[in-house]
């Protein structure tokens, strides 16, 4: 019941007051009405059309640019909206507008209309949680939308993903909990075939994982100093006092070190 309210709230309420920016140069979209009445009633066949424009528009790495993404929203929209079943045009859409322009609202507001025409799909409200976690920043939403991911994958056959239901409990018991999101920042990286996006995911990742490390060497100094009634003036000391037995390799190359009782990041 507190699922379905959720997704309404968001669908029917909050996005359609969400300002969706239409360029008015350069790129001209036919109106829907237009598009259905020339199709005949063969709207997969236009969906697939104009699905072929926005992979020869977006398709060359080099095409992700702020002002080409500009376009992609009104494009997508108007492909879900001739073919309302084509699953994978909302899980480009809603992730490419998130990561490479971090507009979490458009992507909010394309992945929850997946979730609607394709309640069979676990993998829209999966990538919608990602969205909530880590662009909008709103993990209770993200909880939500893990949850129901977790649970379509069950009843559609594939229940080696009930993970996500206990994720989306984890999240919702302990909001400031990072590193439950780890593995599936791991399991994104490593299952997207786009480059652009791949680099995106792994960089989250990292971050995630250097988050995780703030917080273990944080307790850990704090540790050293009620032991001992003083901070450690190197990071090498932790280990030398038997505190921790060894010190993790920082994700982004660089190392970590301290300062003042504070971990920091020296670059490489």
């Known amino acids: 019941m507190f699922m379905s309210l959720a997704i309404w709230i968001r669908s029917e309420v909050l996005l359609p007051k969400v300002r969706t920016e239409i360029p008015s140069e350069g790129f001209i979209l036919p109106r829907l009405e237009l598009v259905r009445a020339a199709s005949a009633g063969f709207y997969e066949l236009f969906g697939d059309f104009y699905w072929l424009k926005a992979i020869q528009y977006f398709g060359d ?18 492909i879900t909206d001739i073919s309302p079943l084509f ?47 880590y662009v909008l920043n709103n993990p209770r ?24 239901v206990s994720l989306a409990e984890k999240i919702l018991l302990d909001v400031e909990d990072t590193d439950a999101m780890i593995p599936v920042l791991e399991r994104m990286y490593r299952e997207e075939q ?42 090498d000391e932790l280990v030398e006092k038997n505190i921790i037995p060894v010190i993790p390799a920082e994700p982004f190359e660089g190392r970590y070190e301290i300062k003042d009782g504070k971990i920091i990041v020296l670059s490489k």
């Open 141 to 164: 939403m993200a909880s939500v939308f893990y949850d129901l991911a977790g649970r379509v994958a069950v009843r559609t056959g594939e229940p080696e993903m009930d993970w996500l």
């Open 194 to 235: 786009d480059p652009v996006l791949r680099g995106k995911y792994f960089t989250r990742f990292r971050m995630a994982l250097q988050r995780r490390d703030f917080k273990f060497l944080t307790r850990k100094v704090e540790e050293f100093y009620n032991k001992y009634g003083r901070y450690p003036e190197r990071i």
């Open 61 to 78: 790495n080099q095409n992700y640019s702020t002002e080409r993404l500009k376009h992609l929203f009104p494009l997508v929209d108007l």
């Open 87 to 133: 699953e994978y045009a909302y899980r480009f859409g809603g992730v490419t507008i998130s990561l490479l322009d971090t507009n979490g609202d458009l992507s909010e507001k394309i992945l929850i209309k997946g979730v609607k025409n394709t309640p069979d799909s676990w993998r829209i409200p999966y990538l919608l949680g990602y969205v909530e976690y």
